[in-house]
């Protein structure tokens, strides 16, 4: 646990984004070469969960073993050029985002240290984003200054279900939450989805189970 | 518009609190001298929300004229001595926290930029914490890179309820979240406080209000 958080520590430092360097390589081939990029946080925090306990995966699949020619990362400098943004538009809505925008966001998000923790999976045969989720650490002074984690934007390419990638994916978020010493995780749900979450042990509270909203 | 968010990126400068400088006027005085004292945003951020065109006030009250001897405000480095936390256990559970702790938090809540936006309301004649709650800003991809509010720890002392100050501390919230920029703002609460929420204009989206949450 104490070596978990450490590399949750070390995960959040900032990197700034070199952006005209980072162009040049997208203008030179495509896709940003790994050694250059800038991970949101450390990937060592996925390295470090472990997934024996877990029961409801069948065939049983990790972070380590997501499936074949599948990584489980941290969402990273260069996935602007791999598709993350065009994934997000089968969620919700997206709209024109810059390349610039994104690394404002990025750098923004990286800034607030262990935060944010927006996770993806890889398809490392063709280097496209095929799955992400985002895990949001809200600190408190409530319950001895504690943190709780917050799942949003949870979605899988349409090309990619049927593999267990959803239910993979926010195993993940649960028990990165539980490295990084949240008491809880919540999320909002439409009503086809609760039973979903709830197969991964999510639960509505008796009478505390509202989710409200005002738009702007 | 544009003034409102100069403002509330000059709220977000780090101001390291020196502790033992704090800890010996607490032992000097019992408070904090506000002049010495660190606020976790600034309270300029506040004073540009207008209330005008609200109507849920009966008689008309605002974040700049909440009450006789009241002030509404962010939180403080030195609202630890002035019960923030016994405040706060109202509400939930709070545990030991020593000053310490507090500064600690305080401090790692004030460097995560335009973040956290605890709000208190004081006693200004017993300069005590009478009220608080905490507008969470939270960054996105989606809706092209928007921001969204969290309402958490809504909280008024029992000894002050029936002179609306509920309503005017999650109204001062949710006119920081326009004035920040939010495309909505959210919350999650007890069956007994829909009506309470729904009054301030805050809706169960149907098909869309279901709140989860897995204890760690």
Chains 1, 2 share one sequence.
Do not use: W
Request: aromatic fraction near 8%; include cysteine.
């Amino acid at each position: 646990m104490a070596e978990v958080n450490n590399n949750a520590k070390k995960s959040s430092d900032l990197v700034i984004v070199d952006e005209d360097e980072l162009n040049q390589e997208v203008q030179t081939n495509g896709f940003v070469p790994e050694a250059k990029e800038s991970f949101l946080y450390d990937n060592a925090l996925i390295e470090s969960l472990s997934f024996d306990h877990l029961t409801c995966f069948n065939p049983k699949i990790s972070p380590a073993q997501p499936g074949m020619n599948l990584r489980v990362r941290s969402l990273g400098s260069g996935d602007y050029e791999r598709g993350f943004l065009d994934l997000l538009a089968q969620l919700t809505k997206v709209g024109e985002i810059s390349k610039s925008d994104f690394l404002k966001r990025f750098n923004a998000m990286k800034s607030c240290q262990g935060t944010y923790h927006v996770t993806v999976i890889e398809d490392t045969t063709t280097q496209e984003i095929i799955g992400a989720a985002t895990l949001v650490i809200e600190q408190k002074f409530i319950r001895g200054c504690a943190k709780k984690g917050i799942i949003e934007e949870v979605v899988v390419s349409d090309r990619y279900r049927g593999r267990q990638l959803g239910k993979l994916i926010v195993a993940t978020l649960i028990e990165m939450g539980k490295a990084l010493g949240c008491y809880k995780v919540t999320l909002n749900c439409t009503d086809q989805m609760i039973k979903f979450y709830c197969s991964l042990g999510f639960t509505q509270e008796e009478g505390n189970a509202n989710f409200l909203q005002i738009r702007m």
